[in-house]
């Protein structure tokens, strides 16, 4: 006996149909199919030449195209927060089944990169509790691995309240950062915020007397991340 196979574009294998053979257990198509929805059935022949019936007619897909790049929902791009636990979220991409999550510390994400992959459009994550900038894009995949660019990227950092300076230590340079800011009407850091030992603004005196109090004599602030 011998094999062919029909490969059509549509369940009747009339349009475009081409028949191969004959075959082993298995066959590649050469050359390749373009994308689209195929249909096909094989045809057992003896060696007379006579047909039996054919199989049972099924279909599969080519899909090449990739889905759309998402578009970034929450944490805005160039978000000053002293929130550590973030919840990262994205919009919805037509064809997409996966989604992939990444974070670094720079916008080319080649440093301290992390990645994971999710079904959802979300997904939360613990960042450092001291001051850091991070960098944060999602990248779709759909059913058949194909995937999209990444998207463009957020920024994203997050504050310990007193670090003045931005150096993950409190100490007599972030008094010094306060005084200014309190009595000499020095820039403010960005964000604000981070002069808030108080949580309660304007910066003043008592946020001054918070940080010396922490710096001397031990403590944390009251509020944002410890």
């Known amino acids: 006996f011998s094999y062919y196979?029909?490969?059509a574009d549509d369940a009747g294998i009339a349009v475009n149909s081409s028949r191969l053979g004959p075959l082993s257990d298995t066959f590649t198509v050469t050359p390749s199919l373009p994308a689209g929805v195929h249909?096909?059935?094989?045809?057992?022949?003896?060696?007379?030449?006579d047909s039996g019936l054919p199989s049972?007619?099924?279909?599969?897909?080519?899909d090449t195209q990739a889905p759309?790049?998402?578009?970034?929902d929450q944490p805005g791009d160039s978000l000053y927060e002293a929130d550590t636990t973030l919840s990262f979220s994205w919009q919805v991409v037509p064809d997409a089944g996966q989604y992939k999550w990444e974070l670094a510390s720079d916008a080319a994400f080649t440093a301290n990169r992390d990645s994971a992959?999710?079904?959802a459009t979300s997904y939360a994550r613990m960042l450092a509790s001291c001051s850091t900038v991070v960098y944060w894009r999602v990248t779709a995949a759909d059913a058949a691995g194909n995937q999209s660019?990444?998207?463009?990227s957020h920024r994203y950092a997050v504050y310990q309240v007193g670090d003045i300076n931005f150096d993950c230590v409190l100490n007599i340079v972030d008094v010094v950062g306060m005084i200014e800011v309190a009595f000499r009407g020095g820039a403010f850091p960005t964000p604000p915020g981070r002069a808030e030992l108080l949580c309660n603004p304007p910066t003043d005196i008592t946020d001054v007397v918070r940080l010396i109090e922490i710096v001397f004599r031990g403590g944390v602030p009251p509020?944002?991340?410890q």
């Open 223 to 225: 509020c944002g991340p």
């Open 39 to 49: 249909h096909w059935r094989i045809l057992t022949f003896n060696a007379f030449g």
């Open 56 to 62: 049972a007619v099924e279909q599969f897909e080519i």
């Open 117 to 119: 992959w999710t079904s």
């Open 68 to 72: 759309s790049a998402p578009t970034l």
């Open 5 to 7: 196979v029909d490969i």
């Open 149 to 152: 660019i990444p998207s463009a």
